[in-house]
């Protein structure tokens, strides 16, 4: 089975710009989970989307946005991007619920000059 | 909300040597728990989770973690260390139904031969 998938793997933006990232969820997983890493603040929840449907959702200012299509890829949004939002993007997928185990892509470097 | 907090941000110890991380959660209501591993460059990979049935908690590589409600604590175990332990490990938690994951500072383990 191929595990999750994360598109692209490096990325490097300038403030203002906006990006999308992207993630492929293990076949079968309908729920996906999106969490920012930084040195900083360290591993922090961003949302969680199942069946297409935002189930909960992170303290982020509304620059961040996600969605779920109905393969249950998932796509996340950041606009006008600032340096602070440099780090790194994981995105999770379990069956069901965000408490199952949940199996984590490799994870999108975004680099904000 | 729900919290955890690990104490020691860095822990050494010699291969062979047992292995134990430290996490305390905060709740009056048990929560889901969770501990994982993240090697350089790679997202995070489950080592085992506590959701309300046995306190201790085998998971994979040999380690193991128990659930102890008075101390509200969910110690992170292996009895012998290995030099492929050396990564860094997150506690986390969620409540049941919440749909979302918190996430403790992390814990840098380094073995020495």
């Known amino acids: 089975k191929a595990g999750v998938t994360q598109t692209p793997r490096y990325l490097i933006k300038t403030r203002g710009q906006q990006v999308t990232l992207s993630c492929s969820p293990i076949?079968?997983?309908?729920?996906v989970s999106w969490y920012q890493q930084t040195p900083g603040q360290g591993l922090q929840f961003l949302f969680e989307?199942?069946?297409?449907?935002?189930?909960n959702k992170g303290n982020f200012p509304g620059r961040f946005s996600g969605r779920q299509f109905s393969n249950s890829r998932s796509e996340m949004n950041v606009s006008t991007l600032e340096l602070g939002d440099s780090a790194l993007y994981l995105c999770?997928?379990?069956?069901?619920?965000?408490?199952?185990?949940?199996?984590f892509g490799p994870g999108t470097r975004l680099t904000v000059l | 909300a729900q919290s955890v907090t690990q104490l020691g941000s860095h822990v050494s110890v010699s291969e062979g040597a047992l292995v134990l991380l430290r996490c305390n959660y905060s709740?009056?209501?048990?929560?889901?728990l969770f501990w994982y591993v993240q090697y350089p460059n790679q997202g995070l990979q489950l080592l085992l989770k506590?959701?309300?049935?046995?306190?201790l908690v085998k998971g994979i590589n040999g380690f193991e973690a128990e659930f102890k409600k008075s101390e509200t604590s969910f110690h992170l175990t292996k009895p012998s260390a290995h030099m492929s332990d050396a990564a860094e490990y997150f506690c986390?938690?969620?409540?049941?139904?919440?749909?979302?994951?918190?996430f403790g500072a992390g814990t840098r383990l380094t073995v020495k031969p």
């Open positions: 999770a997928s379990s069956p069901l619920q965000i408490t199952d185990t949940q199996y």
């Open positions: 076949s079968g997983h309908r729920s």
């Open positions: 989307y199942f069946s297409e449907t935002q189930r």
């Open positions: 709740s009056s209501v048990p929560p889901y």
């Open positions: 506590y959701t309300s049935a046995a306190t």
């Open positions: 986390a938690v969620s409540d049941p139904g919440n749909n979302d994951m918190r």
